[in-house]
């Protein structure tokens, strides 16, 4: 037992005497470090090397350096925190320069010979050149065990954005006085339409691209918004005859400057510097050009710089609106586009378009035989290579209902400009006519995508969904109309159209209201009196109209609206029987410009028949009907004139067969003042919607 204790305590004394030795040595340690300052170098080479990797991370890839050389920084920067501890131990920075810091360790008493110092120097250098090796080891083994980066993203990127696209963003106006954006817009939208012209390269649509105009935007999210791998940006100054233009092509998708140049020129020279930005870009992208492609890069809309000018105004104006006023203020732009340069194709063409609009708005029978004659003469002056021209006879050969020439008109614009909107938009117009909706959803969807921004294309699909009675969807894309386009009257009046004919009789009137305040028009005039003829109260339906006349007193379907209002107010026959004869007259008409326009055939059908012109008036419905496939509406027009004559059953059975394809007109029914003879028979009784219909206060 005593052996035993004798054994234990000695070893309790050893273990004692090892704490002590390690206590002492950490001590010694911690000192060394603090007089030594190992820990200020430390950090100091932390928040070094922080910086410099952060410098790197912003500047390596606009140089042009090697993925792999920041994470080759990130390495030695890593490697180097041990090497930085001991040779932070090992030398001295002080008044004297760099020194060893002899001896290694100090302790109790650190007095030494000469020799002792001689030799702790050869340690030092021993043990400087172990740190340095140690360092470089450490940095390959950390290399080669460290995960390797993906390299998988940047092929998706690849993918992500099409080979050879390009956006081309609004050009800034540089030149300080108010009201020449123009210029620097239509100095954009030319170099644009230049590469738009090239089939080897993939192009955004001038809406989508300019509608960042006037933003700070990082040209990374413009290229991933538009799917562009490169954007060109701008700036323009005109003073007096000299223009000053400067481009630069930035990559998408690293968002820095591959290409820049400035251009100071005289205004004449213009054309010459779209021509020279549009073949710069191709050789930056390392294009191979077509001969055809070559060809449009040479081609020049005029010769005369003032004319070009008028016609970029025009343009810019007729872009902005549909209302009448806006129409012919662009018009008189484009003719004195004409009077500088006679043979100017595209101010032709604007003028065809505008008159067409007019004529949409008027159904004037001189709109549209001006609009021909400035087709015809854009066509001649045209050669063959300008989209604008072709979309707009395009759009001339639909309403005359020539529909396989308007499509081949707007296949070669597609083909010219693939990313021209209005040519899809015009395109979905005729396959409407043509009744091959599928085709038509498809055109308005492709201009959508191609310009979300662009009003045109929301309403065009708008007024699709309403000619399919599909009443909620055409009211949300007018809704974006609206929003894209908040001070025209155009979007509202739709607008309320559509919420009529879904029943909501108090939002319709108020986007008839606000289509109002915003610009007297011949349809919101039209609309509010059709919904005051429902609501019973037709004296303030035919004021409504009579206003409606005095914005178009050649439109059949107000003389139409108006001759309905006048039937139901004492003492009024004789002006009804007189406007459904100018209905008739305007209507013929309109049918001369368009024969396939079954619409029109049947409102006249019905015109003839109030008109005590029965016989004529029902052939004419029964064609309609065979020609539109049976469209409700015209079922509705021919109920009412069945109606007009004792046919009662006749007319209910029509009605039927419109309810069962659209439920929508079970309001009309329901307020018709025509219909209420037939309100005690059971079969019409069905027809009624379930909850009352509220007219209009």
Not at 85 to 102: E, T
Not at 552 to 567: F, K, T, V
């Amino acid at each position: 037992m005593v052996k035993q204790s004798f054994d234990l305590g000695a070893r309790l004394r050893i273990k004692t005497g090892e704490v002590i030795i390690i206590s002492r040595f950490f001590k010694q340690l911690v000192a060394e470090v603090r007089r030594r300052e190992i820990t200020s170098v430390i950090v100091t080479y932390a928040v070094a090397g922080w910086l410099i990797l952060q410098v790197a991370g912003l500047t390596f890839e606009p140089l042009g350096l090697p993925d792999w050389s920041v994470r080759v920084l990130i390495v030695i920067t890593i490697a180097g925190f041990p090497a930085v501890f001991f040779l932070a131990w090992l030398i001295d920075f002080n008044s004297k320069g760099l020194m060893f810091d002899l001896p290694l360790w100090r302790g109790e008493n650190f007095n030494q010979t000469p020799e002792q110092k001689k030799s702790g120097k050869a340690v030092a250098i021993l043990m400087c050149a172990l740190v340095m090796a140690g360092t470089w080891w450490l940095v390959v083994f950390l290399l080669d065990t460290l995960p390797q980066p993906d390299k998988k993203p940047e092929v998706v990127k690849e993918s992500k954005f099409p080979a050879n696209s390009i956006a081309v963003l609004a050009f800034e106006n540089f030149d300080g006085v108010a009201g020449t954006d123009y210029f620097s817009a239509g100095l954009a939208e030319e170099i644009l339409n230049y590469l738009a012209s090239i089939e080897e390269l993939n192009v955004a649509a001038r809406t989508s691209s300019f509608r960042f105009q006037g933003e700070q935007v990082d040209i990374r999210e413009v290229a991933l918004l538009l799917n562009v791998k490169h954007v060109m940006e701008g700036s323009a100054r005109r003073e007096g005859d000299r223009i000053r233009v400067t481009v630069q092509l930035i990559d998408g998708e690293k968002g820095y400057r591959t290409w820049s140049k400035t251009f100071d020129r005289t205004l004449n020279d213009i054309f010459a510097v779209q021509q020279e930005i549009a073949s710069s870009v191709v050789n930056e992208l390392k294009i191979a050009l077509s001969v055809n492609s070559e060809n449009q890069l040479k081609e020049t809309p005029t010769d005369n710089i003032e004319a070009y000018i008028f016609y970029m105004q025009g343009r810019e104006k007729f872009r902005s609106s549909r209302d009448a006023d806006v129409m012919n203020t662009a018009k008189q732009l484009f003719n004195q586009a004409l009077e500088i340069d006679p043979s100017f194709a595209r101010a032709y063409a604007g003028i065809c378009e505008t008159n067409l609009r007019l004529y949409q708005i008027s159904n004037a029978i001189d709109d549209f035989e001006s609009a021909e004659q400035a087709c015809d003469q854009a066509q001649k002056l045209n050669k063959g290579l300008n989209s604008d021209v072709k979309v707009a006879l395009g759009r001339l050969y639909r309403y005359r209902g020539w529909y396989q020439k308007a499509k081949d008109e707007l296949y070669a614009a597609i083909k010219l400009s693939p990313t021209a909107v209005d040519a899809f938009i015009e395109l979905g117009e005729v396959f409407v006519e043509e009744k091959a909706f599928s085709d038509a959803e498809a055109a308005f969807m492709r201009a959508v995508d191609l310009k979300r921004n662009y009003w045109k294309a929301h309403e065009a699909i708008a007024n699709y969904y309403y000619v399919r009675e599909q009443f909620a969807d055409s009211a949300n894309s007018y809704e974006i109309v609206t929003r894209l386009t908040p001070d025209s009257a155009l979007g509202f009046g739709g607008l309320g159209a559509a919420y009529w004919m879904m029943g909501e009789t108090q939002k319709a009137l108020d986007a008839y209201e606000r289509s109002l305040q915003l610009k007297p028009t011949r349809q919101a005039y039209t609309n509010i009196g059709t919904s005051y003829y429902y609501a019973g109260q037709f004296e303030k339906a035919a004021e409504m109209q009579m206003q409606a006349l005095a914005l178009a007193p050649d439109d059949h379907r107000i003389w139409g609206r108006l001759a309905e209002s006048y039937r139901f107010i004492p003492g009024k026959e004789a002006e009804a029987q007189d406007a459904y004869s100018k209905a008739v007259e305007f209507a013929l008409k309109n049918l001369d410009i368009n024969n396939e326009d079954w619409l029109t055939r049947g409102q006249l059908g019905l015109y003839y028949v109030y008109l005590a012109e029965p016989d004529k008036g029902m052939k004419l419905l029964d064609n309609a009907i065979e020609q539109s496939n049976r469209y409700p509406e015209l079922l509705y027009f021919k109920a009412l004139a069945s109606l007009e004559h004792g046919g009662d059953e006749a007319s209910i059975t029509l009605l039927e067969e419109a309810v069962a394809a659209e439920p929508y007109y079970r309001q009309f029914i329901a307020l018709d003042p025509d219909l209420q003879q037939l309100k005690d028979q059971a079969r019409f009784q069905k027809l009624l919607p379930s909850s009352a219909v509220q007219p209009i206060p």
